[in-house]
């Protein structure tokens, strides 16, 4: 099993890197693990014309490409900063999950396709809301749009979030021991996910964009 576990926080040294380093501990000896930290990454997160005109990948983006296509499994650990995913977080996904790689629309009809399917993915968010607070003030917003319009509409299925706060006042500390727990029940869901067969876009994409700036 391939996992690529990609660190969506800007700053080092924080609860989200702990978290998969954590997550990793779990994924079992024969589980390959590659990891993208996106604070040290080199590339523009603004996505400039949309999808209108193509925006050449930087070196970072094709390797991390390359190895979301190569994966069976995806973790993103993020914090949640304004009920939403950091501003850096946010241009990754715009810049990387791009159509006819990640997902393509149907030519005569509203749908799409995934085109990730065969892999799956967690998210792990760690928040200053109390998770109960996030459901019922605000509906699980953010899990909503992460389980259905990223992660489930390329394909990737099971995909989870898992919510880790509140971590203000010291409740992170009181509240490791069990989230070290469910970081190991996480690892285990995702090695006995049930995939169906995965299929590779990359190269595909490549030759097309490659069309569409000649």
Same mark, same amino acid.
């Given at each position: ?9 800007? &700053? ?5 890197? @702990?978290?998969?380093?954590?997550? /990793? ?20 997160? +603004? ?7 193509? /925006?050449?990948?930087?070196? &970072? !983006?094709?390797?991390?490409?390359? !190895?979301?296509?190569?994966?069976? @499994?995806? +973790? $993103? ?22 159509? %006819? ?5 149907? &030519? ?27 459901? $019922? ?6 899990? @909503? ?5 990223? !992660? ?11 919510? $880790? ?14 989230? @070290? ?6 690892? /285990? ?10 299929? %590779? ?14």
């Amino acid at each position: 099993m391939r996992i690529v576990l990609i660190d969506g926080h800007p &700053d080092a040294n924080r609860l989200t890197s @702990h978290l998969l380093d954590e997550y /990793q501990r779990h994924c079992g000896g024969a589980a390959q693990i590659d990891r993208l930290v996106l604070r040290d990454m080199d590339f523009d997160p +603004v996505l400039h014309k949309g999808y209108v005109e193509p /925006q050449s990948w930087e070196p &970072d !983006l094709l390797h991390a490409a390359r !190895l979301i296509d190569a994966c069976d @499994h995806m +973790v $993103f650990a993020f914090p949640m900063w304004w009920g939403a995913e950091p501003a850096l977080l946010k241009g990754f996904v715009d810049r990387v999950l791009l159509p %006819h790689f990640t997902f393509r629309y149907h &030519d005569n009809d509203s749908f799409w396709d995934g085109l990730l399917a065969g892999r799956s993915a967690d998210a792990l968010v760690t928040l200053d809301t109390p998770p109960i607070f996030l459901r $019922f003030a605000y509906g699980n917003s953010i899990m @909503h749009r992460w389980r259905k319009q990223i !992660l489930g509409f390329c394909g990737l299925k099971p995909a989870r979030l898992y919510l $880790f706060g509140p971590v203000r006042r010291g409740s992170a500390e009181k509240k490791m021991a069990g989230w @070290h727990r469910k970081l190991a029940r996480a690892a /285990q869901k995702a090695a006995a996910a049930s995939r169906s067969k995965k299929l %590779h876009h990359l190269e595909d994409f490549l030759n097309y964009r490659a069309g569409k700036e000649s």
